[in-house]
Each structure stands twice: as structure tokens, then as C-alpha cells.
């Protein structure tokens, strides 16, 4: 990799599919820094217009007029393919093509301190904690994070020095490998992204050379939990500390619970020590776990605890994980992000530690590749909820060749005897799901939308029918 990448030259950026989370963000580290920026994306979305406002031109559509003469570098994601119109016609005018993780990459050089935090799941939230502290304790990092974070002002931060770099690290198609972290956080290693990898054993294997990009002496924070960590850090010259629920880990916390307000609090240890107790109004124990992972890189950086708790109480999340929509006539509206068997078991299980009648759980499932490899896994977590609407499938990058469909899970769910599943349907359309809701759900109960697609717009649909 090219050791850095030249704040002083002001090239011009064009970026394919700029209305990305993660692609507007690098966009807007490039603008602040003096960069001329253009974009194009399918369609417009909110991302698309804060960037017009911030004065980006934006193309709506991928063609080969969007790629002007003067343009120096195109950026892409990885769901862009050979046969874009605007990749054919960089080649064409042999203009340096950059895929987003890469040149993200070469940024983050510029940066003396580089936190990559990765991950199955849990990455977002953890990378935006650490970013929180950092912003409250004036350090000004730049933050580049894979969702909407009020508190950082949107999905990202670019700060004003170059000394410390917060990046959420994704693994799928290995971008994560264009990092250069002197920090690493991985929350957890489970089977995901199966169109991309061959299996577990391969995405472990991608996850040790994650590892192995850190320098000598830097410092990884691991989930205790994750299988034969000794295989992952085999032969590698960092410090290692782990975080858990036992007190097998470095860092562990227990005594975990909740107040009328619903924010939880635990204690939390270091070893034997006890280091104090947190409160916060992020629920779930996988969310416990993702703030021990940010408090063992905020106290190597010197943060105390105190300032961590202080900075932490009320944070209230990135959007779309567990994030209460509205409260209406009694019944509490919730979406979540969550996409994965594990991370719906672990928002399932939070929901359950809120005092509520009935849980109504609206699930798209993300990707068919994904939702046929893991079908029994989806089948077993969503089956123990006592009421689930599944919607169609959100095919993202995807191509539906008729393998899987969301009405086979409902089947799935209906016919696995070991599910405590009460009732169970499948609409193929939001505006039946919606009338459905508006029949059904009472005073006190909770609606639950979940999936990484499209599903959050239902709430508007909600709000039209209750």
C-alpha cells in the first residue's frame, strides 16, 4: 500500500454509488479537506441531498457522461461491477480507479492513531461510543462509521488534527485488509456475508490477517468469546486484551440491571479490580459487551472511567439499533438493524428486558444468499418470538433466482416443532403489513421493524394507519 495519501494535492474525487453511508462519509473527508468532489448514485436518498447541500454535485443514474475529463480519481464500492457504465469509461480514459475500502485506507495514514473497530456485528455501536468519548473529551478525531450517529453529527466527523482516526473495519470482500489499524477491536467471528466467503474457517482466516496488519506493540481488543483466539494471534507481537461476561476475560462485567426508565446498569471489573458502575440507556448485554470494548481502548488512550461513564450515560445510539421510533396511542414503535440470526437473538433478548403485552416483530431478511445459508438459524431465532411478520426479501446487491423466498422461512417457522411461535405470516407487501399492525397491535405492546434493507419505511406507513 502507498504509505499515505497527499492532503496537499487537491485532486478531483468522483465517487460511484455516493449516496452510501460509508462512501458519503469518506466524500465528505475529502470536500473538508479541500478536495473537489462529484458523485453519482441510482437513486436520491437523504445522504444524496445533505451532500448537494454541502455544495457536492450530484448525478442521479451511473453513466458515462457523469465521468468528466478533469477527474482524477473514481472511487467505488465493491457492489459496483465491471460493467458499470462510469467504470468502463474511467478505463477508457485511464483514470486511477480506487475502490472505497482502499482509498480509505490511504487515508487513515495520515492519522498517528488508527482504531479499526470490526466485527460481525456490534461494530457500529462500539465504533461510535469510542467516537462519543473522544469528541466530549476534545481530542476531535476524525470519525468514519457505518451508520447515523446524532451525537457525531450524522456518519461521520472529520476533525481538525491528525492525530487519532476512528474507522468501523467491515470484513466482506475483505476491505477491512486495506486498513492500517494501530488499534483493533473485533466484537465477535460468525458466519456471514457467505456469498463472498466459503465458510467459517475462511472468515477466520480473514480475520487473523486483520490482525496481523497492526505494528508491533499495537494493541488488540478481543471478545473472550470468540473460538481458539490463540490461533488468531499466533505469532503476532501485539497486546492483547479481552472483554466477556465471566471472569475469564480481562475486562468483564456483572449484576446487570434495569430501572423504570428502562437504562441498564452493570458493574464493571478488570480482572479482580472493580472499576465502577456503568448506567445506559442502550439495552441488551450485547450492548454491555459493546462498551467494554470501547472503555479498554478509551483507557489505553488515557480516558478515565469516570469521564467514560460521564460521556456515556445518555448516549443514545446509532439510528436503527433498537431505536424507539415513536410511543402512540400506548403501543411503542422500535426499529432495529439487525440481520443476522445472532444479532436478532441478541435485540430479541433485550426487547424481552422491557416491560411490554405483545411483541410484534416485523422481519426483512437481508440478501437471498444469506438467508438460504443461514435458513435453520433463522427458522430457530425468529420462531421464538410469539408474533412474526416476515416481509419479502431485500435482494440488495442480489439477483432473485427464485432459491428462497421469505414465505419459506414462515414455513420453516410454522413447521419447526421446537418453536414457541404463536403466530407467524408472511405479506408481500408493506401496505399489508401495515394494515395488519393496525388491526392487531393494542395499547402496550411493542411493533418491531428489523432488517438491514428498507424496512424502517414502514414506520411511516405505521403512522397512517394506527
Known amino acids: 500500500m502507498t504509505t499515505s495519501f497527499d492532503f496537499s494535492n487537491k485532486k478531483k474525487v468522483h465517487f460511484i454509488g455516493i449516496g452510501g453511508i460509508s462512501m458519503s462519509a469518506i466524500a465528505l473527508i475529502l470536500l473538508k479537506n479541500g478536495f473537489t468532489v462529484s458523485g453519482s448514485d441510482i437513486s436520491e436518498n437523504d445522504n444524496v441531498k445533505e451532500l448537494e447541500k454541502k455544495g457536492i454535485k450530484v448525478y442521479i443514474g451511473h453513466k458515462k457522461e457523469n465521468i468528466k475529463d478533469d477527474i482524477d480519481i473514481v472511487v467505488y464500492s465493491k457492489a459496483i461491477h465491471d460493467d458499470n ?3 468502463i469509461e474511467a478505463k477508457n480514459k485511464n483514470i486511477t480507479l480506487m475502490s472505497r475500502s482502499y482509498i480509505l485506507g490511504l487515508i487513515m495514514t495520515n492519522y498517528r492513531e488508527r482504531i479499526c473497530v470490526a466485527g460481525t456485528h456490534g461494530k457500529t455501536t462500539t465504533t461510535a461510543l469510542i467516537g462519543k468519548v473522544l469528541l ?42 486495506d486498513f492500517t489499524p494501530t488499534i483493533s477491536v473485533i466484537t465477535n467471528i460468525e458466519e456471514d456475508h457467505l456469498d463472498f466467503f466459503k465458510d467459517l474457517d ?66 464493571v471489573y478488570n480482572k479482580d479490580k472493580f472499576i465502577g458502575r456503568m448506567r445506559q440507556r442502550l439495552i441488551g448485554k450485547h450492548n454491555a459487551l459493546n462498551f467494554l470494548a470501547a472503555l479498554i481502548v478509551l483507557l489505553s488512550m488515557g480516558i478515565t472511567f469516570e469521564d467514560i461513564k460521564k460521556s456515556l450515560e445518555d448516549f443514545k445510539g446509532a439510528k436503527r439499533r433498537l431505536e424507539v421510533i415513536k410511543i402512540m396511542n400506548g403501543i411503542t414503535y422500535i426499529d432495529d438493524y439487525a440481520h443476522h440470526p445472532t444479532e436478532i437473538e441478541a435485540s430479541l433478548n433485550a426487547l424481552k428486558e422491557i416491560k411490554h403485552n405483545k411483541l410484534y416483530l416485523i422481519f426483512q431478511p437481508h440478501t437471498f444468499t444469506r438467508t438460504k445459508a443461514l435458513f435453520n438459524d433463522f427458522v430457530r431465532v425468529l420462531g421464538n418470538n410469539e408474533i412474526v411478520i416476515m416481509a419479502k426479501i431485500y ?72
Open 136 to 177: 466530549d473529551k476534545n481530542v476531535d478525531p476524525t470519525i468514519n462509521v457505518g451508520g447515523i450517529v446524532d451525537e457525531i453529527g450524522g456518519n461521520s466527523h472529520i476533525g481538525q488534527n491528525e492525530n487519532i482516526f476512528v474507522a468501523e473495519a467491515c470484513e466482506y470482500t475483505n476491505s477491512f485488509l
Open 395 to 466: 435482494p440488495a446487491r442480489e439477483k432473485d433466482l427464485g432459491i428462497i423466498s421469505s414465505n419459506d422461512v414462515k414455513n420453516g417457522i410454522i413447521q419447526c416443532k421446537n418453536n414457541k411461535n404463536n403466530f407467524c405470516e408472511y405479506y408481500d407487501t408493506f401496505d399489508k403489513i401495515a394494515e395488519y399492525i393496525s388491526k392487531n397491535a393494542k395499547s402496550g405492546d411493542l411493533v418491531v421493524t428489523m432488517g438491514a434493507g428498507d424496512v424502517y419505511k414502514l414506520h411511516n406507513l405505521l403512522n397512517d394507519n394506527s
Open 85 to 87: 457504465e462510469e467504470i
Open 202 to 267: 475462511d472468515i477466520r482466516k480473514s480475520f487473523k490477517k486483520f490482525i496481523e496488519l497492526l505494528p508491533d506493540g499495537g494493541l488488540l481488543v478481543i471478545n473472550n468469546k470468540i473460538e481458539d483466539i490463540d490461533y488468531l494471534i499466533k505469532d503476532s507481537k501485539v497486546k492483547v486484551l479481552t472483554y466477556g461476561e465471566d471472569q475469564n476475560a480481562d475486562y468483564y462485567f456483572k449484576n446487570v440491571s434495569y430501572d423504570e426508565s428502562h437504562y441498564q446498569s452493570f458493574d
